[in-house]
């Protein structure tokens, strides 16, 4: 699994004015050193946190969740000899979680969290989890090894030859189930890796397992606000999932497993170009035949277990898939509705831009063939069935 990525630096000033702020008589201090086990240098500038042992534990057996609150003793970075120190801890037993680049940092509360570790298998050595004991008005003493995860490399481009830059790069847990889908309507990657100029990757800190590498061709607008003072904001023409395998769907993904501490090269994706179509018109209203100017899309299988990609519907109407492989699918249109844009003031007279809905339309569902580029598709959706009737 992928370590979560804990706060990073631009919060480290909230949490120690958090901390400075709720700092209690009679706390204690935790001291330590980090080091890399596989070189046995100090880890530098690795990130320490430290987790109560009981919240931590409780997230985990409800389900996995990540914390979002700051920390107790908020969060400090080593020094060059790998040393740290985290003053003001209120009395307590905590995990200590260490974070390093390429390094595995096991967490309490997230076993799972990322769908990108499964745990160890028999016979491997079992996630170790430093903990600590911290007393009124005494120091804690602790020691902390990271062992280096598996990495895994490689190459992203089209199927003419030329690279994919500026990709996001995931990296999921292999489906037992590949059968398996998703009619979720969000699309993205797990992770924050990007191809660099020539399309490479690298993603590390792995644990040894099953994966699959993913990426996202994502087609993103940004247009104006409401207000010039608003900024800009992004509309999604649309997004494909490609994954290990030259991939579009999930369950024909070609998976690999990772050794412990493996660097895997030559996990390359490249993109079918050539067999990605276009899919484009204008949503309306089937009563009036008027164009809606809000609402979403997304393209599924034909037995809708998964989704294929999603756009937004643009103020004129409009919509724009540009990434859809060949196959049949079923197109469906979401939350189609009336809006109006509208300038509201708060306190300090800012003004600031809304949206209000006039009217909302039900849902449309239609079967498509995509064999090369569908221009100009009308698609008419029904109006909303009644409340009371949808409830009965």
């Given at each position: 699994m992928r370590p979560l990525p804990l706060l990073l630096l631009p919060v480290l000033s909230l949490a120690a004015t958090a901390q400075n702020n709720s700092a209690k008589q009679g706390s204690g201090t935790v001291t330590g050193h980090v080091y890399c086990a596989d070189t046995n240098a100090p880890a530098r500038m690795a990130q320490v946190q430290l987790e109560t042992v009981k919240d931590?534990?409780?997230?985990?057996?409800?389900?996995?969740?990540?914390?979002?609150?700051?920390?107790?003793?908020?969060?400090?970075?080593?020094?060059?000899?790998?040393?740290?120190?985290?003053?003001?801890?209120?009395p307590g037993s905590y995990y200590v979680v260490a974070t390093a680049?390429?390094?595995?940092?096991?967490?309490?509360?997230?076993?799972?969290?990322?769908?990108?570790?499964?745990?160890p298998a028999a016979g491997q050595p079992p996630l170790v989890i430093?903990?600590?004991?911290?007393?009124?008005?005494?120091a804690a003493a602790i020691d902390i090894r990271l062992e280096r995860g598996a990495a895994v490399s490689g190459t992203i481009r089209f199927d003419d030859g030329s690279p994919a830059s500026g990709m996001h790069v995931g990296i999921v847990g292999s489906s037992k189930d590949k059968k398996g889908g998703t009619n979720s309507t969000d699309i993205g990657v797990?992770?924050?890796e990007i191809t660099d100029d020539l399309g490479h990757y690298r993603i590390g800190g792995l644990r040894d397992g099953e994966y699959v590498v993913q990426t996202a061709l994502i087609h993103l607008d940004l247009?104006?606000?409401a207000t010039r003072?608003?900024?800009?904001?992004?509309?999604?023409?649309?997004?494909l999932m490609i994954y290990s395998g030259d991939a579009t769907r999930k369950g024909d993904a070609v998976s690999f497993k990772l050794g412990p501490g493996e660097e895997r090269t030559g996990e390359d994706i490249t993109i079918p170009l050539s067999k990605l179509h276009s899919i484009g018109g204008v949503v309306t209203a089937a009563r009036g035949g008027h164009a809606i100017n809000s609402g979403a899309l997304n393209v599924t299988t034909s037995d809708g277990n998964e989704t294929i990609g999603i756009a937004e519907i643009?103020?004129?109407?409009?919509?724009?898939?540009?990434?859809?492989?060949?196959?049949?699918y079923k197109l469906r249109v979401l939350h189609a509705r009336d809006t109006q844009s509208?300038?509201?003031?708060a306190p300090g007279n800012v003004a600031y831009g809304s949206e209000k809905t006039l009217h909302q339309y039900g849902e449309l569902e239609q079967t498509i063939k995509v064999e090369g580029d569908i221009p100009n598709l009308v698609l008419a959706v029904p109006e909303q069935a009644k409340q009371h009737a949808a409830s009965q």
């Amino acid at each position: 699994m992928r370590p979560l990525p804990l706060l990073l630096l631009p919060v480290l000033s909230l949490a120690a004015t958090a901390q400075n702020n709720s700092a209690k008589q009679g706390s204690g201090t935790v001291t330590g050193h980090v080091y890399c086990a596989d070189t046995n240098a100090p880890a530098r500038m690795a990130q320490v946190q430290l987790e109560t042992v009981k919240d931590a534990e409780q997230r985990s057996a409800i389900r996995p969740q990540p914390s979002y609150n700051l920390p107790d003793g908020g969060i400090v970075q080593t020094a060059l000899d790998g040393s740290f120190v985290i003053p003001k801890v209120p009395p307590g037993s905590y995990y200590v979680v260490a974070t390093a680049a390429g390094y595995l940092s096991p967490r309490a509360d997230a076993k799972d969290i990322d769908n990108a570790e499964s745990p160890p298998a028999a016979g491997q050595p079992p996630l170790v989890i430093p903990k600590v004991d911290v007393q009124a008005d005494q120091a804690a003493a602790i020691d902390i090894r990271l062992e280096r995860g598996a990495a895994v490399s490689g190459t992203i481009r089209f199927d003419d030859g030329s690279p994919a830059s500026g990709m996001h790069v995931g990296i999921v847990g292999s489906s037992k189930d590949k059968k398996g889908g998703t009619n979720s309507t969000d699309i993205g990657v797990q992770g924050n890796e990007i191809t660099d100029d020539l399309g490479h990757y690298r993603i590390g800190g792995l644990r040894d397992g099953e994966y699959v590498v993913q990426t996202a061709l994502i087609h993103l607008d940004l247009v104006p606000g409401a207000t010039r003072t608003n900024g800009m904001s992004g509309l999604m023409r649309s997004s494909l999932m490609i994954y290990s395998g030259d991939a579009t769907r999930k369950g024909d993904a070609v998976s690999f497993k990772l050794g412990p501490g493996e660097e895997r090269t030559g996990e390359d994706i490249t993109i079918p170009l050539s067999k990605l179509h276009s899919i484009g018109g204008v949503v309306t209203a089937a009563r009036g035949g008027h164009a809606i100017n809000s609402g979403a899309l997304n393209v599924t299988t034909s037995d809708g277990n998964e989704t294929i990609g999603i756009a937004e519907i643009a103020s004129d109407g409009s919509f724009h898939l540009e990434s859809v492989p060949e196959g049949t699918y079923k197109l469906r249109v979401l939350h189609a509705r009336d809006t109006q844009s509208q300038i509201l003031t708060a306190p300090g007279n800012v003004a600031y831009g809304s949206e209000k809905t006039l009217h909302q339309y039900g849902e449309l569902e239609q079967t498509i063939k995509v064999e090369g580029d569908i221009p100009n598709l009308v698609l008419a959706v029904p109006e909303q069935a009644k409340q009371h009737a949808a409830s009965q």
